[in-house]
């Protein structure tokens, strides 16, 4: 009787560590800065979800570039930075977000 009190305990504590810890977040980025160019900073954001790491959201990179060009009065710019941090809400749904910063020429 006392090994399963200590078993549904310690069943009980995983089952809590886990269902706190039931976010992940991973993250990369892609890079390339030329810090001698001065100008305007633009800087855009765009999210989707996904399911089951099966179907994962289009088009985001083109949308974070739409509004790069939006927010440079010319609508050109250079030396972008993006970033796609993806958070995974138990394995089930999966938020994606790029987020972009770029110089206005």
């Not at 009190?5 to 890079?31: D, M, P, Q, R």
Request: charged share 10%; proline share 2%; glycine share 6%.
């Amino acid at each position: 009787m006392r090994v399963l009190s200590k078993l549904v305990t310690v069943s009980a504590l995983c089952a809590s560590f886990a269902v706190s810890g039931c976010i992940f977040l991973s993250s990369s980025s892609i890079s390339e800065s030329n810090k001698t160019q001065a100008g305007n900073t633009a800087t855009a954001n765009a999210s989707d979800w996904g399911i089951l790491h099966l179907i994962a959201p289009q088009g985001l990179t083109g949308v974070a570039n739409q509004q790069l060009a939006s927010a440079c009065p010319s609508g050109k710019f250079t030396d972008v930075q993006t970033e796609l941090s993806m958070r995974d809400f138990l394995g089930i749904a999966q938020l994606y977000q790029v987020s972009a910063v770029a110089i206005c020429q």
